[in-house]
């Protein structure tokens, strides 16, 4: 049900910017929620931000203000615009699909996607 490929990682300077994608083949029409996570050396992932099938939004409290979650089933892509960024924002970023909306409920899905690296560095 999920193919997830994140794309548009690199290396960016301090207060710079960048945007990652996230496409899945098969589509995210279907998928309740869809979020973004990063991963910092050393820490556990965490949840950057998150956006529904309805367009509920939810941004971690460092991020908020700085990055933009947007959806658009019809390219089968979530994006991550990501603004003002600095050294503490360095990490593996990871798309997440966490259930297959049927008529009965959710079926949980729970993937995953291989990550993109983003350094923030001068």
């Known amino acids: 049900q999920a193919q997830l490929v994140e794309s548009g990682g690199g290396v960016v300077l301090p207060g710079g910017s960048l945007r990652l994608s996230c496409v899945n083949s098969?589509?995210?029409?279907?998928?309740?929620?869809m979020g973004w996570y990063r991963q910092a050396p050393g820490k556990q992932r965490e949840l950057v931000a998150s956006?529904?099938?309805?367009?509920?939004?939810n941004y971690a409290d460092s991020v908020r203000g700085r990055f933009t979650i947007s959806r658009d089933n019809a390219r089968k892509t979530v994006s991550l615009q990501m603004n003002d960024l600095n050294p503490g924002d360095t990490a593996v970023y990871y798309c997440?699909?966490?259930?297959?909306?049927?008529?009965?409920?959710?079926?949980?899905?729970?993937?995953w996607g291989q990550g993109t690296l983003v350094t923030v560095s001068s």
């Open positions: 098969r589509g995210i029409g279907s998928i309740k929620t």
């Open positions: 956006i529904t099938s309805g367009g509920s939004i």
């Open positions: 997440h699909a966490d259930c297959v909306m049927v008529i009965e409920g959710c079926n949980p899905l729970d993937a």
